[in-house]
């Protein structure tokens, strides 16, 4: 997968509008907030993008958290690839999918 696909996934999802709600939703679950705007409060190292915090989050946004549509943010992506990558980027994207699922039947059988 080419450098940086990984935070072009996550900037996709934080930055569009049309997942607000799911990310609002995704910050509480998270965090175990009521609301998210009390983040900040609850959460205060959030706001430095190399905290732990910010890190731990956005590893399992994407890979973990299911969507309304309940799909993961990665399998979303693989399936819409709004960046256009090319075929042999797709297929990397696909794999890592495949790879993330697989460990997840491991874990929990």
Not at 22 to 39: K, P, Q, V, W, Y
Not at 68 to 97: H, R
Request: proline share 4%.
């Amino acid at each position: 997968m080419q450098a940086g696909t990984i935070s072009d996934i996550i900037s996709y999802f934080l930055q569009n509008h049309a997942y607000e709600a799911d990310i609002g939703r995704a910050l509480c679950e998270f965090f175990e907030l009521h609301s998210a705007d009390e983040l900040l409060a609850a959460v205060p190292d959030f706001a430095d993008v190399d905290s732990p915090a910010h890190r731990h989050f956005h590893e399992w946004l994407i890979f973990h958290f299911e969507l309304s549509d309940g799909k993961t943010p990665l399998q979303e992506w693989c399936e819409k690839n709004p960046m256009n990558l090319d075929s042999f980027n797709m297929t990397e994207c696909a794999d890592l999918l495949r790879l993330v699922i697989l460990r997840e039947d491991i874990f929990l059988n």
